[in-house]
């Protein structure tokens, strides 16, 4: 930790003469370091010793007509990384919050030390600042890395202006957001969609606080949205470093591998249920036609039909542990090479009626190059008509419009089907893959269930993203064949 053969230089500022010769003395008592320190009394005094090179500041708070933590502020404006101790006579919690947001290294109240505590603090002080020294040396070194950078990065000033960008930025934000070679201005809260992070971001300015890993909506190119993780570190007195990251393809992940589990447990449940609730409507449905047998005949005209409506709704109960086995099992698959975009357009010709009857606009996005998957064809066109109607349902008529597109990413076909119905609402969303959870009139509430079970069966996955009033978008993924 400590450095025997170097002396330690330290300048320690304070007008109490008799503070001045307590602190010497700790100083003295310390045996595997030298310490050397010289004094000044005031602001004033101070000022034309600090461009020496002294290796630690000690500043009391109390220096007549200013406060030690101004004199922080110009030790901190020529030496950045300086490592500082504010020294005051009582902790009140605000100044030494203030001394340590101004760049202070540490505080100490007088008479609460010792010498080992002082040589301690001082210590950890200055492998700090040599810490950060490195660091920002490794900043300058390593610039390239700002331009290399795979996540957006941008530098900021105290009001939100952007001033800087990287590459990475620009290419997933374009100039929209920041065109370095235009007069106009451009502001970091622009690009987030929330009003909760705008706040947030007010009060970092207003503070002069840094921010680590909040989670935010922005806005990226052509209309798009992602979901970021952003970080604000400040770099001087007035500039800002912002790192963003993209967490749209992890929360991705994460939402796919939450249905997964969800639908697992869904089936579990279904099999418990079924087993749970078969057996003793079995015993129920063969003791009403015991009944229908052994009542005597007066007895059966004077019951009606009871039996019968007996005999219905237990059927109706079995049909409904069917239905929901059925959509929560995986299925059986025949498997053969398909081309997705032809599974499209398959679908779209059994509910081609009902498009032309609402108008519904179409438009396809196909990736004319896109690879065969290996599917069931005629499970996935069950699950793809699925969603399709209900776009179709979702939006009004004349107006609407019918997105279908597929893509390639790595080794995975994507498909996506967006419409510009009602949207669903956020608390719906979470039900929305829950066997008879439906927010229509009519209908089993079971469509989405065996879409997803087809889709996972496959190996793939599903996930919905959906506006109230804009419309909803489903996102289909299978492997591609290796």
């Not at 008799?18 to 004094?39: A, P, Q």
């Not at 949205?225 to 393809?249: P, R, Y």
């Not at 059966?300 to 109706?316: A, K, P, Q, Y």
Request: charged share 30%; with cysteine.
């Amino acid at each position: 930790m400590s450095n025997p053969e170097k002396n330690i230089r330290i300048l320690y500022v304070d007008d109490d003469p008799d503070d001045f010769f307590l602190v010497s003395s700790l100083l003295k008592r310390i045996t595997d370091t030298t310490y050397e320190l010289e004094n000044a009394e005031s602001l004033e005094e101070a000022m034309p010793l600090l461009e020496k090179s002294f290796d630690v500041f000690l500043v009391d708070y109390k220096l007549g007509k200013d406060t030690g933590l101004d004199l922080i502020q110009k030790i901190k404006n020529i030496r950045k990384h300086a490592p500082v101790i504010m020294l005051t006579g009582m902790s009140t919690g605000l100044i030494d919050q203030e001394a340590l947001v101004l760049g202070a290294s540490d505080y100490l109240i007088k008479g609460e030390f010792d010498a080992n505590t002082l040589d301690r603090t001082l210590r950890y002080a200055i492998r700090d600042a040599q810490l950060m020294e490195s660091l920002d040396d490794s900043a300058r070194k390593f610039r390239s890395i700002f331009e290399l950078a795979g996540d957006p990065f941008l530098l900021i000033d105290d009001e939100g202006q952007i001033l800087v960008s990287n590459p990475a930025f620009q290419r997933k934000f374009g100039k929209k957001a920041f065109d370095p070679n235009s007069q106009e201005s451009f502001y970091f809260k622009d690009l987030l969609l929330d009003d909760h992070s705008k706040i947030a971001l007010d009060e970092l300015f207003k503070k002069q606080k840094e921010v680590y890993d909040m989670e935010a909506m922005m806005a990226i190119e052509k209309g798009h949205t992602i979901t970021s993780l952003i970080s604000i570190v400040k770099q001087d007195s007035n500039t800002f470093q912002v790192l963003i990251k993209d967490l749209t393809a992890i929360k991705a992940k994460e939402e796919e591998e939450l249905n997964l589990k969800k639908f697992s447990s869904t089936g579990r449940i279904a099999r418990l249920l079924a087993h749970e609730v078969k057996n003793p409507l079995t015993t129920i449905v063969l003791s009403a036609d015991q009944l229908h047998m052994e009542l005597p005949k007066e007895v059966l005209e004077e019951s009606g039909d009871l039996i019968d409506v007996i005999r219905r709704n237990c059927d109706r109960i079995n049909h409904l542990v069917t239905q929901l086995l059925d959509s929560t099992r995986f299925t059986e698959l025949d498997t053969k090479s398909h081309s997705i975009n032809e599974l499209l357009d398959e679908s779209l010709q059994h509910v081609s009626d009902r498009i032309e009857f609402k108008g519904i606009e179409v438009q396809k996005q196909y990736d004319t190059d896109i690879c065969d998957i290996h599917v069931d064809g005629e499970k996935v066109k069950i699950a793809l008509i699925n969603l399709i109607v209900n776009a179709i349902e979702a939006m009004p008529e004349k107006t609407g419009k019918l997105l279908l597109k597929t893509s390639i990413k790595g080794k995975q076909c994507k498909i996506e089907i967006r419409d510009n119905g009602e949207g669903i609402p956020k608390e719906n969303l979470e039900r929305l893959f829950e066997p008879f959870f439906t927010s229509k009139d009519t209908g089993s509430g079971l469509g989405l269930t065996n879409t997803q079970n087809i889709i996972l069966s496959h190996g793939g996955a599903i996930r919905v993203k959906s506006e109230v009033g804009k419309g909803t978008s489903f996102f289909i993924t299978f492997n591609l064949p290796d």
